[in-house]
């Protein structure tokens, strides 16, 4: 793993107090071609009834692409769930063919038992043997009405789940609660997905599994320790994060080859006396790389400002990769107000929340590097302004999971 650490303002004035954002960026390492370590995978699709339809034959369709992708030394469980939890095709070696009868035998059934087909399914992946990512990949259009329905139980069997086998949440249509199934993943150390439309499905499942397939390191961890009177204000990023001995940890998860992560946060460094570097804070980077060498890496780098006159900080240059990205993760946060908003029944304020972030993204200069992406994503704010209505259903869903995959760092 490759680091690099920017700093919106490396220059400071050393004649006063100042608020700083910092960029982690993390460059993961091409995946290899040939051997990969094997996954361990369970598929659990709901077949209550209102899957029926576009919605299962999707569903179907998508278990047949995993099977179809998978290799000999792969591992593959099929369950399905309604009112009861059916165990299709236990562990074992991709078999296209049974694997295939299966799937084209589900038939919709009655209410959502979803506890049930996703303990089903971590269960299955327990048997496992070896080395390799264990991955539940739970499909549900509905509620939890059946079996264990609390979200709080909910989440602490996904939080008891972290470091053995991780949850991604697969959500079709407008039913289903897009909170618990996006704590569950988050919880676990899994991805969450929303499905709007049955042709939608094939994207979500290339695009986990290409990601499965091309894991280079797990348990990625960025811990920010601030020096003597530094102030950690925060991660931008919507990570889990852990207060631990001296300063704070987040929890990045697993990296993907070649993938770059940007991990933002903001730090107050108080007025210094000496011109010149200053250390202000340690990044320690913590991952297990994943391939034939399986080992533990650990990685300190020093956050240094540089303190000068207040003359030469007026004219130093802003970093503007940084700026971007913390534009980026405003407008991600801003969705997360909107949603609050909405959620208080204040739609007003919901679309200007919206309608300010994308006024602010369209400030940016043309010669932004990323110009085209900002607006890009100022576009979408606007179309999120049209949307933010109480008769648009899925409304929350897309705005809940475009500022998830800002903020994890996988963005559309």
Known sequence: MQTNLRFDHQLLAVEGEHDVHCMLELHAPDAPDADRPPLHLALVVDRSGSMAGAKLAAAQASAGFLAGRMRATDRL????????VDLL???GPPDTDKLAAAIAGIEPGGCTNLSGGWLKGLEELSRADGDGTRRVLLLTDGLANEGITDPAQLRQIAAGTKGRAATTTIGFGEGFDE???????????????????P?????????????LASLVAQNVSVEIRPTDAVEVLGVLNDYPITE????????IGDAYGAELRRIVFALHIPEVAALGPAKVADVVMR??????????HELTIPVVVNLVSSDEAATADVDAAVTEEVWLLRAAKARREAIEAADAGDWDRSRAV?????????AAPMSSARYDELIAEADVLEAEVLGAFESDPTWRKRMTDQAWRRTRGRPT
Do not use: C, H, M
Request: glycine letters at 10%; a negative charge; proline letters at 3%.
């Open 77 to 84: 469980a099929l369950i399905t769930y309604d009112d009861d």
């Open 89 to 91: 095709v236990p562990l």
């Open 179 to 197: 909170d618990l199934l996006g704590a569950i993943a988050a919880d676990s150390d899994g991805n969450t997905y929303f499905v709007e439309t």
């Open 199 to 211: 042709e939608d499905a094939p994207g979500v499942f290339t695009e986990e599994f290409n990601g």
């Open 244 to 251: 631990v001995d001296g300063g704070l940890q987040a929890a």
């Open 287 to 296: 991952y297990v790389a994943v391939g034939d060498d399986i080992a533990a």
């Open 354 to 362: 919206l309608n300010q972030a994308s006024a602010d993204l369209r």
